[in-house]
């Protein structure tokens, strides 16, 4: 095709109609082939289904238990669950005014919220390429919303840089950009690239340099009306005769490279927090409420397995059955579906083989915590106008979430004030689930303070979450190193005679819901197939 | 401070709770001079009121006009409004299924959707910083949700290049991201930079490169399970025995910058365009909407002024009455505030001093057009996983808007399929101007399906908008040049004796909603003063 004029005629621009349409036809032949494989999973299961009646027992209501006999029963199996709480939904769940939970050590959560702000202890958000999420979020009817994940006007904070004071995600990202465009452009300049860089994509990354980093006539990056319409303004421009608008001002390279804070913006730099990610509205357990009103009739509550011993002719599971004073009772059936996590199950008796045995007992669970204050009022988006999203911080509290619904509105507020987990290279989570509850909301907001003053003004109530305090989970997620993997993972995942497992713990995307669905419609897939063999 | 330890205790946790507060009551005194001073908006417009009865005249019941008619009505003046059209809300509109419009030339747009999507020919989406928007949304009741503007899964696209095949925004985004990031790591070791760049900063900005551009140990931007966890996988991670994750490949630098999508990118650079984004729900006439219901009944619709006559006494507004016959009628006034566009005003008999006369008459109207598609279905969603957010093309559609809500849903859904202003390089929209509505509809199905071919097969009916062929605006909005603001501008916004203009046309923010309630705000503001001079 040729360069496109300036300004085409009418005549012109129906005439490249015509043009355009033969590139169409190649590339629809190219799609059909392209996005739609990305994911290993499919719409459909596809299980054939027993060849005669089948009982399938499924160890655990969460999520991958309910979702494996929700699709088990579709394809004809009879299918049963225990599940040791008096609950549904696993990790995946949502605290809101009114909630207690006894953690191990014999504390007491509340959570007094008086507003409907939620907060949800485990998942709180949905990648879009989680597709199997949101398949069934699709098919049972939960309806999503975005998730702000990168909000450009939160924050990056470090308590040793720039006295203390917050900075805009946006500057640290533009501003690193205008140098890092600068530095490139001075040394393509210069000539010292000239080895590995075309004399004519030279003049291209140059122009685009130029536009990108917002550079000036000298190929510099400072305070201009430019960098102001990319950056923002000191004074915004306004209407009538208002103020004259002024450009905000760059933060220089060597203070911005010793803040530090260009690393905390890496905190958006994966894939799976590329914008935009999804929640549920209303709260995380909207997806796995959704799964229990498919399958609630076949759950068992308050069911505390023991023991799971298996033959050649099938399953026996032993529990204590609290809705009858602990009484231990049997449940036989063809196959079982294990979903407890590994921390729990390694204290079980389990008949397996010696393999599956000892990587059961290999995976060590990740520590993790979350603490999530209620405020009088959305401070954050009536005096910082940040409207959701996530702001960082060296403090030991990690990250502030702000709520991505009710948008402007009066009344409280809940802001999740205080979260990580054990993957950094920092780890604050041991010495804050060594906190009693109160000290957890003590400490969370005597260092959001730093970043919020309004905390002391505004604070009504907290609650936390700790997940080695969780005496069902014992941990928030299987923590795999690729040498448990090549060790383990493979062994864990086979199926060991009537006995297949199934959970985040079984997947390569450890701690995400998606994990969890994959593992079990894998697990289900094969034990199908050996059905049928 | 020191240096944080790498896993603190609890006692050491608890002991930086003191340790921080100085620093927190250091940033609470400099907050409060910090972020708020930002906009020259304040949340009330400080109107002292008449000194006796005083009455206003308010041409035009859009955005501008309504929120003067607000303020000074709140102040104490007596208002009326008179409004050309039988509608309020002005350039702020949204059309929905049944909804006609004969433009001029004389064809008919015809709107059929069946679904409940939408289109906005107007303004279509809120920058957060556009504070007396949000003011207004918030103490009118109007509920805001998160407009996605940039969605990382969303397409750049050019004829000329890839083979007509769309790339991801990410892809482009992180693959640029990693060869600038090489070639700038290659230019610090070869030495080049050491006079720009000190041995210190050197070593961290090398350090920030690695992690910002994924570069491998021999700082190279290549294909790995890195660069897969950045910018995605061909086969993503899976649960239990599925297939092996498989990293996508970047796209080489010199393919890249000759294929122009770099610069497509640079549309979600600007200030303007910053995440998060948002709209109101169910429509952009949820707004002026809402303004209507505070002042509908000072409004007189049908009522088109020929004259605008004033003298020491006060104004004097000559109109036909289009509810009478097109009666010509006055209406006398103590002070005048008038938003009619400076192309419709420049066609009107207007009282005022030769400089005014020739300011109104200097601003050209900067041309526009939008068409939007109904489909069956969702196939951004569900075939490519667009879950909103914008695509770019160098095709004359420029750019295509998925919806921001009813994600997931079945059924029909609305594109705004092809969008452009006469602002930047390349100018399609006269060309689409001077097509008729069924053509236009055409074209962009013509172009829009080498983007996405699921078109054909899913196109149920269209729908356009050419803002230079509505009667009450003939054009989008003030098209202003450095050297015409230099001419006009403060002379265009000043108090002509009784008469003062208002609209995005006054302001520095044109087009934009902002802009025309900023410039309301300033106007009444300085009537208001000069009333109590």
Chains 1, 2 share one sequence.
Not at 20 to 43: D, K, N, P, R
Not at 334 to 362: F, H, K, N, Y
Not at 393 to 412: H, K, R
Request: hydrophobic share 40%.
């Amino acid at each position: 095709m040729t360069k496109m004029p300036y300004t085409p005629t009418r005549r012109q621009l129906l005439a490249m109609i015509g043009q355009v349409a033969g590139a169409g036809a190649m590339y629809q032949a190219m799609t059909s082939l392209g996005f739609a494989a990305e994911s290993g999973y499919t719409a459909e299961p596809g299980l054939q289904g027993p060849r005669q009646g089948r009982r399938v027992l499924i160890l655990g209501a969460g999520i991958a238990g309910m979702a494996a006999a929700y699709e088990m029963r579709r394809a004809g199996y009879e299918v049963k669950i225990l599940e040791y709480q008096n609950r549904h939904g696993g990790r995946c769940l949502t605290m809101r005014g009114g909630d207690r939970y006894t953690e191990m050590g014999g504390h007491e959560i509340t959570c007094d919220f008086e507003g409907d702000g939620f907060f949800n202890p485990g998942p709180w958000r949905l990648p879009v390429h989680h597709r199997a999420v949101f398949d069934y979020c699709r098919k049972l009817g939960v309806p999503l919303q975005p998730f702000i994940i990168k909000n450009n006007r939160a924050f990056l904070h470090s308590s040793r840089a720039f006295g203390g004071k917050p900075q805009r995600i946006g500057h640290v990202e533009k501003d690193m950009r205008g140098h890092v465009a600068e530095l490139l452009a001075k040394s393509l300049h210069q000539g010292g690239l000239d080895e590995a860089v075309s004399i004519e994509d030279r003049e291209r990354l140059l122009e685009g340099l130029r536009d990108w980093g917002v550079l000036d006539r000298r190929d510099r990056y400072r305070a201009s009306d430019d960098v102001g319409g990319v950056r923002g303004w000191d004074i915004h421009p306004g209407g009538g005769l208002m103020a004259e608008k002024s450009p905000s001002q760059p933060i220089d390279l060597s203070p911005l490279l010793q803040s530090g804070l260009w690393d905390q913006l890496f905190n958006f730099n994966s894939y799976t927090f590329e914008a935009p990610m999804f929640e549920p509205v209303g709260g995380m357990d909207a997806i796995t409420d959704a799964f229990a009103r498919e399958v609630s009739e076949v759950i068992q509550f308050n069911a505390r397995v023991t023991r799971i011993a298996q033959g050649d002719g099938g399953v026996t599971v032993t529990y204590a059955d609290g809705d009858q004073g602990g009484m231990v009772r049997e449940e036989a059936a063809d196959w079982c579906i294990c979903t407890i996590p590994l921390s729990v199950l390694v204290q079980l008796d389990v008949d397996c083989s010696d393999e599956m045995r000892q990587a059961i007992g290999a995976v060590p669970y990740a520590s993790a915590f979350k603490v999530a204050l209620e405020f009088r009022r959305r401070f954050w988006e009536q005096d910082d106008w940040i409207m959701g999203g996530v702001s960082y911080t060296d403090l030991p509290l990690v990250q502030i979430a702000y709520p991505n619904y009710g948008f402007m509105s009066d009344g409280p507020a809940v802001l999740q004030a205080a979260y990580d987990t054990a993957t950094g290279g920092r780890n604050f989570t041991y010495s804050w689930s060594t906190m009693t509850p109160q000290e957890r909301i003590d400490a969370a907001l005597a260092f959001g303070r730093q970043i919020h003053p309004q905390y002391d003004a505004e604070f009504m109530s907290g609650t936390s979450w700790v997940w080695h305090r969780v005496d069902w989970s014992l941990g928030c997620y299987g923590q795999w190193t690729d040498d448990l993997r090549d060790a383990h993972y493979k062994t864990l995942c086979e199926i060991d005679n009537r006995l297949v497992l199934a959970g985040e713990h079984c997947s390569h995307i450890p701690a995400w819901l998606e994990g969890s669905l994959l593992s079990a419609l894998d697990a289900i897939k094969r034990l199908d197939q050996r059905e049928n063999a």
